[in-house]
């Protein structure tokens, strides 16, 4: 039963337009989701989170939506440039502020994003 | 440059065998989980080290073992390996509020 889900195997943008990003979840314990960057042969790189007391985040070319209600987020990459080029994660969380078992962060299958110069 | 460095990058093992894999995270990060990543998959939870004591664990077997160490290492353990073990090992410790650091990994053929 898959929590975390990227319905978009791959996506593929020209540069300079806006990327967007989808990833829908199940679980209503998760309160915190985070997108990670993953080049080949490298781990996965923290991009953006989102604590679900909001509705948006921004930082720089990258926003991550929050629609609770719905259970979907988005990631908008504007503009997109060709070393955005990358596998996308979607991940969440029940809450990375507290101790215990938390920290457990459920990835989707991720998103291979392509931006064509 | 995350601070969490993994080693080795990439082995290969037999049906049966043992292995160990080894993390090496930032001074002060006392939380560190390791994540198994199949090919086509997303990363998926194996367990949570804080302060040296398993305090989470995911849908893995009892012979997906680990160990946490004083000076911020930590290690894997998969012992009676299968095929099905191959994939990328992620090791990650706790940076701020909300983030996690990821290594590189090391990638596990079993054969």
């Known amino acids: 039963d898959q929590q975390v889900k990227q319905n978009s195997p791959s996506l593929s943008v020209q540069e300079g337009r806006i990327s967007i990003l989808n990833c829908d979840y199940t679980?209503?314990?998760?309160?915190?989701f985070l997108w990670y960057k993953k080049y080949p042969a490298e781990g996965p790189t923290f991009l953006i989170s989102i604590s679900s007391i909001k509705d948006k985040n921004e930082d720089g070319r990258f926003t991550v939506f929050l629609n609770k209600s719905a259970k979907h987020l988005s990631l908008h990459i504007v503009p997109s440039q060709p070393g955005d080029s990358a596998v996308y994660f979607c991940a969440a969380s029940p809450d990375l502020n507290s101790g215990g078992s938390n920290y457990k962060l459920t990835f989707g299958k991720g998103t291979l994003l392509t931006v064509n110069p | 440059e995350t601070g969490v460095t993994q080693s080795p990058t990439h082995l290969i093992k037999t049906r049966g065998q043992q292995v160990t894999l080894r993390c090496s995270s930032q001074s002060g990060h006392n939380t560190v989980s390791w994540y198994q990543q199949a090919l086509g998959q997303g990363p998926q939870f194996i367990f949570q080290?804080?302060?040296?004591?398993?305090?989470g664990r995911g849908n893995f077997p009892p012979r997906f073992s680990g160990l946490q160490f004083p000076n911020y290492s930590s290690e894997l353990n998969v012992n009676a390996l299968e095929l099905d073990d191959s994939a990328l090992y992620l090791c990650?410790?706790?940076?701020?509020?909300?983030?996690?650091?990821f290594g590189e990994g090391s990638r596990l053929t079993v054969l």
């Open positions: 080290y804080y302060r040296e004591e398993e305090n």
């Open positions: 990650a410790s706790r940076g701020g509020p909300g983030e996690l650091f």
């Open positions: 679980n209503s314990m998760f309160d915190y």
